[in-house]
């Protein structure tokens, strides 16, 4: 092979692997460019997380209500309060739209009966 030879392949090879990496890259971003699959990643990055943080934050918020209905429970009281699971739903309504409503329910579901 001569060494005209080999730097074609060696272009054809690297050419096809980077053609092979944007395929990849397309397909997984949905993105029709480099330039917005960069974009897209790094907002994913972002947005994974935000969503570990959101987790940790919905555990904390359910080890609170714990202590909560703990102390309800133990002062003779019941273990759910619909008064203030009302003041919550309007909360997440109100800074949310209608599906905040519903991501209050999630949340209040999640934070029941743990104790």
Request: aromatic residues 0%; charged residues 25%.
């Amino acid at each position: 092979m001569t060494a005209t030879t080999t730097a074609k392949s060696t272009t054809a090879m690297t050419t096809t692997a980077a053609d092979a990496a944007a395929k990849d890259t397309a397909e997984k971003t949905g993105a029709r460019t480099s330039e917005a699959a960069d974009v897209i990643t790094g907002a994913r990055d972002r947005i994974d997380a935000l969503d570990d943080r959101i987790i940790g934050l919905i555990q904390e918020r359910m080890a609170v209500s714990a202590v909560i209905q703990e102390a309800r429970i133990t002062s003779g009281g019941r273990r759910v309060n619909l008064a203030r699971e009302l003041e919550v739903l309007g909360h997440y309504r109100d800074a949310l739209g209608k599906p905040g409503t519903a991501l209050a329910m999630t949340l209040l579901e999640l934070c029941r009966g743990r104790v």
